[in-house]
């Protein structure tokens, strides 16, 4: 009989083994009860009454629009400098790989003109048709210029590219030059459509060159 009594300690050590085990199991599964939304509460906030400013009567909506096309064609001519430079690095045959660059780039920034000005609005200033139009070939064609001049470039630094420091001239360059002949007439025509309006508007005239 002396077996039976020693068993009852140890089955009933071993009972609460398991009971303890089960409550740390379920603490440990349990989910902490609380919805993470739960304590927010929507609060409705007034706003107040935007009261809309009326237009000042002497506003002239065409002296703002003139206003915001001078400010882009004030960054129309920022490349001139820099492509004339490239230019002449590739006809004397020097730094040909920064002339390339620099003419990329500079074409990339006559095509973000073409679509900055897409996005202006103009419809108020006097043969602003004629003005946007100018201006967008002459831009497309510059950029178009500046890309067969790095085209050029990146001939002029292949195999017999330079004669006696000379660039070899090549159908991009003849392409280039019949571009840039093309943003020049655009520009003249841009030059005197908004010259007349900057006279009108007291803006900034400019000459074809500067844009």
Do not use: F, M
């Amino acid at each position: 009989g002396g077996r039976t009594g020693s068993r009852v300690p140890l089955i009933a050590a071993v009972g609460v083994g398991i009971a303890v085990l089960g409550v740390g199991a379920g603490a440990l599964l349990g989910s902490p009860g609380g919805d993470d939304d739960g304590d927010n509460q929507n609060v409705s906030a007034t706003a107040p009454a935007s009261v809309e400013a009326s237009a000042s009567p002497s506003a002239d909506p065409a002296r703002e629009q003139a206003v915001e096309l001078d400010k882009l064609l004030a960054d129309s001519g920022n490349s001139r400098t820099t492509v004339i430079n490239a230019v002449a690095d590739v006809k004397a045959c020097r730094d040909l790989d920064r002339a390339a660059e620099d003419l990329r780039e500079a074409a990339g920034q006559r095509t973000q003109l073409v679509t900055d000005l897409s996005g202006l609005s103009v419809d108020k200033l006097p043969d602003h048709q004629a003005l946007t139009t100018a201006l967008t070939k002459a831009w497309q064609a510059s950029a178009s210029a500046d890309n067969h001049y790095a085209a050029w470039a990146d001939q002029t630094a292949g195999k017999k590219g330079c004669k006696k420091g000379q660039a070899r001239s090549t159908g991009q360059t003849q392409a280039g030059n019949r571009a840039s002949g093309t943003a020049t007439t655009e520009k003249q025509k841009a030059a005197k459509l908004w010259n007349a309006i900057a006279k009108r508007y007291g803006l900034t005239e400019r000459q074809p060159t500067q844009l």
